[in-house]
């Protein structure tokens, strides 16, 4: 695309269909934007911004063509691969990934409440696996307890060092340091349930003392019933 261009693409689609875009900037400019409309021009979803890897994802109610649009918001010419993949057997796994960097304090008075919300996934869709990450500093991570809840599944302690040791709470870096890291701790209760729900996540602080959570991320792989 030549800078500031705007390329348009027709797809058919029949009604129960789930489409599936990938887009790649090889150029390493990233500045575009990606979306897909329906036959009266709503746009049914759309990402834009400097990442160079884009995703949309629209499950359509209506048997008709569909549109794709990218434009280039840069003053730049992109060089761009775009990937369709149409689903409408079934079976289709996909993922999600939302990443959030609240920088915030906690303490005893200020327990850490976080909700994700899965909205990029096909309505029909059901958890396959959720895999949740996260980082905290605190200068007593023996008396937290870090908790994660699904939809209305069962909660799911990750981290239980109230009372005991930093070790007890099975951090991921080792060390028994100031520092809780949590990797692909996967949130097993969340198996089967919708794929369009919501996941909580508490950090209760039973110290006198004070940290700061530092990123949280979930990664979401959905199944179409």
């Known amino acids: 695309m030549c800078p500031y261009e705007v390329d348009i693409y027709r797809i058919y689609l029949a009604k129960g269909d789930t489409l599936l875009l990938?887009?790649?900037?090889?150029?390493?400019?990233?500045?575009?934007?990606?979306?897909?409309?329906?036959?009266?021009g709503l746009i049914l979803d759309s990402q834009y911004?400097?990442?160079n890897d884009k995703s949309v994802i629209a499950e359509v109610t209506s048997t008709d063509y569909y549109y794709i649009t990218l434009k280039n918001r840069s003053s730049?010419?992109?060089?761009y691969s775009l990937t369709p993949e149409v689903d409408g057997s079934g079976g289709k796994i996909g993922e999600e990934v939302i990443t959030i960097y609240p920088f915030e304090k906690?303490?005893?008075?200020d327990t850490g409440l976080y909700e994700i919300r899965f909205q990029r996934t096909p309505q029909n869709a059901v958890v396959e696996t959720l895999?949740?990450?996260?980082?905290?500093?605190h200068n007593s991570p023996q008396d937290l307890i870090i908790s994660a809840q699904y939809a209305d599944a069962p909660e799911q302690i990750l981290w239980n060092g109230y009372g005991g040791s930093t070790d007890g709470g099975k951090d991921d870096d080792v060390e028994d340091d100031a520092d809780i890291e949590i990797y692909n701790r996967e949130i097993i209760s969340a198996k089967g349930k919708g794929a369009n729900d919501s996941l909580l996540i508490m950090?209760?602080?039973?110290?006198?003392?004070?940290?700061?959570i530092f990123a949280i991320e979930?990664?979401?792989?959905?199944k179409k019933k």
């Open 203 to 212: 950090i209760e602080d039973y110290s006198s003392l004070s940290g700061t």
């Open 22 to 40: 990938s887009s790649s900037d090889s150029s390493g400019m990233g500045d575009y934007s990606l979306s897909i409309s329906s036959p009266d």
């Open 106 to 109: 906690i303490s005893s008075s």
């Open 131 to 137: 895999y949740l990450s996260i980082i905290v500093e």
């Open 49 to 51: 911004g400097s990442a």
């Open 76 to 79: 730049e010419k992109i060089v």
């Open 218 to 222: 979930a990664r979401l792989f959905w």
